[in-house]
């Protein structure tokens, strides 16, 4: 059983930057990718990145393309999410995601709870 715990969300002024952490436990943490979907208020969940089980793979949402980055460090079974020149409309909740590297933008295995990014404009 592969449990995620999200960390570092918030609120933050736009043009600023927040890190989120996600915690993996069970399974094989470097066997699995790991990536990041959102839910903006009233809005339907959209991928937003991805990385696979090495680290030397990633794809991202066109959204967030060129502000965003995710990264992985496999010793601490830990994914992150760089989030700088954050705008309003990236306000949503937060939620890290494990599975396969192809099927993680459409149909994740696992899933985190979640937590809340909020950007004041």
């Known amino acids: 059983q592969v449990r995620l715990v999200e960390s570092g969300g918030g609120l933050v002024q736009a043009g600023g930057s927040l890190r989120l952490s996600c915690a993996a436990s069970?399974?094989?943490?470097?066997?699995?990718?790991m990536g990041w979907f959102r839910q903006p208020p009233g809005a339907e969940r959209e991928f937003a990145a991805a990385?696979?089980?090495?680290?030397?793979?990633?794809m991202y949402a066109d959204s967030v393309k060129g502000r965003f980055t995710i990264s992985r460090d496999n010793a601490k079974n830990t994914v992150y999410l760089q989030m700088n020149s954050l705008k309003p409309e990236d306000t949503a909740v937060y939620s890290c995601?494990?599975?396969?590297?192809?099927?993680?933008?459409?149909?994740?295995?696992?899933w985190g709870q979640g937590t809340q990014v909020t950007v004041s404009s």
């Open positions: 990385i696979s089980g090495g680290g030397g793979s990633t």
């Open positions: 069970g399974g094989s943490f470097r066997s699995y990718a």
């Open positions: 995601v494990g599975g396969s590297y192809q099927r993680l933008p459409y149909d994740p295995d696992y």
